[in-house]
């Protein structure tokens, strides 16, 4: 079922949840707009990803920003100096070396200045709570500072029009989100969720990110249709499609 809307941005980062936020706007909010940030990460191959799915649910407008964070170093996800963890530890307050500071908070800015310009009433993210690596930005808590920030920091809302910022996946675990993207239709063999992929862009099946997708699948009892170097346990998987 449509909602009367004026439109979405939906952040589109190649990876399966935002896959799914897309398909789940689609169908909530049309026309969708997806924004998609080359900020210096290290796995490359998302960005292709994203691009295949926005032309899969023929969103309105496709933007790549280019925004230079990976300059600030920092996070294994940016920092060539850094080596991507592969069990997934962090520091002595559990963040993890992948994470990139304020990564969510410049993104939503931006889609917050997209969706003022389109005059799009929602924004959609694929931030989730529940199978995550502890993030500050992927909370609640977050989430809701952030609405009050939208609340008050734009045209649309000195005129009483906010825009929504809709997370639909923040209380669902990956299993759970992979069970509602196949509802969806969503094709998760166009995703990247890997954060030390390989040259070829095939996913490395051994940091945390992996991990937590390739349990999801297991857990519904599907194959992934991603590509993997390696999957654990599993050796070297030259074609992983199904």
């Known amino acids: ?9 939906v952040l589109l980062s190649g990876g399966m949840d935002s896959a799914t936020v ?8 049309p026309p969708t707009r ?22 899969q649910w023929d969103v309105a407008e496709h933007r790549v920003l280019r925004i230079p964070l990976g300059e600030l170093r920092g996070s294994a996800l940016t920092d060539p100096d850094m080596d991507v ?3 997934g530890e962090g520091d002595d307050n559990g963040i993890p070396d992948t994470y990139v500071p304020a990564r969510n908070t410049i993104f939503l800015s931006y ?4 969706a003022e310009l389109r005059a799009a009433d929602s924004i959609y993210l694929g931030v989730s709570c529940v199978d995550y690596s502890g993030y500050p930005d992927c909370r609640p808590e977050y989430l809701d500072a952030f ?17 929504n910022i809709r997370a639909p996946l923040l209380h669902l675990g990956k299993a759970d989100i992979i069970r509602k993207g196949r509802r969806l239709g969503v094709d998760y063999g166009h995703t990247q969720s ?10 490395c099946g051994q940091c945390e990110s992996c991990r937590l997708r390739l349990q999801a699948f297991a857990e519904v009892g599907l194959q992934d249709p991603a590509q993997y170097a390696a999957r654990p346990g599993g050796g070297d998987v030259r074609d992983s499609h199904t």
């Open 1 to 9: 079922m449509t909602d009367t809307s004026a439109g979405s941005v």
């Open 22 to 29: 897309l398909a789940t706007a689609s169908r909530q909010a």
């Open 34 to 55: 997806t924004l998609t940030f080359d900020y210096g990460q290290k796995p490359r191959a998302e960005l292709d990803c994203a691009r295949r799915q926005a032309e």
């Open 85 to 87: 963890p592969e069990d």
């Open 111 to 114: 889609a917050l200045a997209f």
């Open 147 to 163: 609405r009050r920030l939208a609340g008050v920091a734009t045209r649309q809302a000195v005129e009483d029009s906010p825009v």
């Open 194 to 203: 890997c954060y030390n992929p390989d040259a070829a862009g095939r996913a």
